[in-house]
């Protein structure tokens, strides 16, 4: 079977991207990598870089995107986790196999 390779990067869904960004960077010494923005999906994310590790945080004005609904729901936490993995497709077939749920 397919394994994962390493984590390409956490990432976390916010209220309010500004002081999370100033948190990771000003005061855990991150440094700023990119900012990105989903028109469709409704929010405005950034990428901070510690090292080879990545966190991703991703905010949304819109109460009604999935990231808004998130952080009601669960707060400032762990939205997903991005995997590197060498044949996604034999994954995802194992995983399928062993009566994983994926979207």
Known sequence: MA???SINHVAFAVKE???ALENAIDVLGGEMMM????VED???GACVRFG????????SDDPDSFIS????????????????????EAYVAG???KGVRLD
Not at 52 to 59: E, G, K, P
Not at 69 to 88: A, C, F, R
Request: charged share 30%; net charge negative.
């Open 3 to 5: 394994k994962v390779t």
């Open 17 to 19: 991207l500004k002081p």
């Open 35 to 38: 900012e990105f923005e989903s």
């Open 42 to 44: 409704r929010y405005k």
């Open 52 to 59: 080879d590790s990545i966190m991703s945080f991703i905010a």
């Open 69 to 88: 609904k998130h952080v009601e729901k669960y707060g400032n936490s762990v939205q997903h986790i991005g995997l590197e993995i060498g044949d996604i």
């Open 95 to 97: 995983l399928e196999a």
